[in-house]
């Protein structure tokens, strides 16, 4: 129906200098392809290279070898393609909820009216039209987390990048955050790169889950989400999928530590 | 601290200050060397009768405003500058370190030489106890300005002068707008020294003409004024610097 591109990235790798003056395999020979609509969640414990991988995707960070695609477009900088959102939401505290949504308008040189009228459909498909003209800080953090998400959307972005979202969400709310995340997904059908450890939030929202492990980041295993949404977060087959993706994230992390202390 | 005792203290110190001075004076028992709070109130109300007084601090506050609106004009694109450029920063952060300790009234000779007898000297006198913090605070302010915000503006692709426009500034607003205050302090102490020389009115003309005249009452009525003049300046720029704060979120 679209004609977007989705994300392809093209054994991609990463090494950090650290301070020993050692290269740090942050990430290693990566190579994935996320299709147009296609929502793939990132799992895996801390330093396996998930968050490097989305920093690279988003523009932020350059890969060391290999490179990241949107279409036939190489991803070089930000904002040339994919929208972040960030986990801790990156509110501007002096705008208005309403003058947040619409600063990657104003960026793109919509005029006003146009601007404010996307401002508060976005809000409203994110259940905070009638926050239009509160201040960030009068929010709590599942709102302001709707926020920026609104304000992502507002662009209508090739690819939206999330890193942890929710992590700085309490657990009840987080719940609610992912049910809407994914009406919304539903509706729109977008391609999304969704950074995450923890492995509930995962099977409930993917079509596809990749599973990386650490030392070096890799991919150990891709899972294609297949059961109807939305899930059922007590279901037999969700559980099944939980203990097998469990099971994968341990197996490779004792594989690695082994390794690790030879 | 109940209300009550906030309001209480103060006055009651205040009350306790003029007191003692009261006393002091009077056992000194001479007006000239030591005027009594009664005799400073009854000059006031003699310069005050004439207008004179009222002209005096008229004159005063225009020198201040003209220097210290300078001060910002020139330090907060200065201070800009300086925060947003690696380059620009260690290029001339070393002269303002060397330039800022230097007391304002050392200009004083030169600044005569450079601008004639007359308001100029004593504007720049603000002007430059005004810039320095101005420049400091600014360079500081965009400096801590949240990592964050700045990815945001990546992510959706803002140019460099839109980011400086439409986030930097903004959000740097709290911070500058402490450095105007801390600038209204220090400057507003030299209006007093820049109005020493070569001018006909103001506050500090009003100490030296005081002094010439052998009026000690009316210096410490200057003396008074000026520090009922700067607090409430400073209150005045504390108000603005809250509403500054509010309006940003609580520095969120």
């Known amino acids: 129906m679209s004609a977007r591109p989705g994300i392809r990235f093209d054994s991609v790798t990463k090494l950090f200098g650290t301070s020993s003056g050692q290269a740090h395999r942050a990430v290693h020979d990566v190579t994935l392809s996320v299709a147009d609509g296609e929502f793939v969640c990132l799992v895996g414990p801390s330093g396996c290279g998930k968050s490097t991988l989305l920093a690279i995707a988003g523009g932020f960070e350059q890969p060391t070898s290999g490179r990241v695609l949107i279409g036939e477009t190489e991803i070089t900088d930000p904002g040339t393609g994919a929208v972040t959102v960030f986990q801790d939401y990156g509110l501007f505290p002096w705008r208005t909820v309403r003058d947040n949504v619409e600063y990657g308008l104003q960026v793109r040189g919509v005029p006003p009216a146009e601007r404010r009228a996307r401002a508060l459909a976005e809000l409203d498909a994110v259940g905070l039209g009638a926050f239009a003209e509160w201040h960030p800080h009068e929010l709590s953090g599942g709102m302001r987390q709707r926020v920026s998400i609104a304000r992502a959307l507002a662009v209508d972005p090739a690819v939206l990048l999330m890193d942890e979202p929710f992590g700085a969400v309490d657990a009840i709310n987080r719940a609610r955050m992912q049910e809407e995340l994914e009406r919304l997904w539903c509706e729109h059908e977008r391609t999304v790169l969704f950074v995450t450890h923890d492995v509930d939030e995962a099977i409930y929202l993917a079509d596809r889950i990749v599973l990386m492990t650490p030392g070096p980041g890799r991919i150990a295993e891709q899972i294609d989400v297949t059961f109807s949404r939305p899930r059922v977060r007590g279901s037999g087959e969700f559980f099944a999928l939980r203990s097998r993706i469990l099971e994968t994230l341990h197996l490779a992390g004792t594989e690695s530590r082994t390794e690790f202390e030879i | ?252």
């Open chain 2, 1 to 252: 601290m109940t209300r009550t005792a906030r309001i209480l203290l103060p006055l009651a110190a205040t009350a306790l200050l003029v007191t003692a001075w009261h006393v002091a004076a009077t056992r000194v028992g001479s007006t000239l060397l030591f005027p009594p709070p009664g005799s400073v109130v009854l000059g006031a109300v003699e310069t005050a009768a004439g207008g004179r007084l009222f002209g005096h601090i008229v004159a005063s506050l225009q020198r201040f405003a003209i220097g210290y609106l300078g001060g910002i004009a020139i330090g907060v694109p200065l201070g800009l500058l300086l925060g947003l450029s690696v380059h620009a920063r260690s290029a001339f952060d070393p002269i303002i370190q060397v330039l800022r300790p230097i007391s304002p009234i050392a200009w004083f000779p030169l600044f005569t030489l450079w601008f004639g007898i007359g308001e100029l000297p004593a504007i720049a006198i603000v002007f430059t106890a005004a810039v320095y913090p101005v420049i400091l605070t600014t360079t500081s302010a965009v400096r801590e300005v949240d990592p964050l915000y700045l990815k945001v503006a990546r992510t959706f692709g803002d140019s460099r002068a839109g980011t400086v426009a439409r986030i930097i500034l903004p959000a740097s607003l709290p911070g500058i707008a402490v450095g105007l205050r801390i600038a209204v302090g220090t400057s507003w102490v030299f209006i007093v020294a820049g109005e020493m020389l070569g001018v006909t009115n103001g506050l500090g003309y009003l100490i030296i003409d005081a002094r010439n005249s052998l009026r000690t009452d009316l210096v410490l009525v200057a003396i008074v004024i000026i520090g009922a003049l700067g607090l409430g300046i400073d209150r005045a720029l504390r108000l603005a610097e809250a509403r500054v704060r509010r309006h940003w979120g609580g520095a969120a």
